[in-house]
């Protein structure tokens, strides 16, 4: 696993993502402590990265679960139809 702090960051961003897009992470350092990772992305693993880091997406899952749980759904036909 590669380390690099900010300032090799700014100056080697290509080749620091070159070793990244080869699959293996880079940690960013801030004062020599770890404060950041870039790690390999696929366009196949793009949604999953997107879903578990977006906190308000999350909150709506969550929320569709309860609802779930709680008997509150709606088939996809009366959905559709407007008729919640």
């Known amino acids: ?3 690099a702090n900010t300032v090799e960051l700014k100056n080697r961003t290509n080749e620091l993502l070159r070793v990244v897009a080869g699959g293996e992470p880079v940690i960013i350092t801030l004062r020599g402590k ?3 990772a870039i790690t390999p992305l696929t366009e196949d693993g793009l949604e999953d990265f997107i879903i ?3 906190p308000s ?3 709506k899952i969550a929320k569709a679960e309860e609802d779930v749980k709680a008997g509150r ?3 996809l ?3 559709l139809s407007g008729g919640r």
Do not use: C, I
Request: net charge positive.
């Open 52 to 54: 578990e880091n977006s």
């Open 57 to 59: 997406l999350r909150r």
């Open 34 to 36: 770890p404060r950041a």
């Open 1 to 3: 696993m590669k380390v």
């Open 73 to 75: 759904v709606v088939s």
């Open 77 to 79: 036909d009366a959905y």
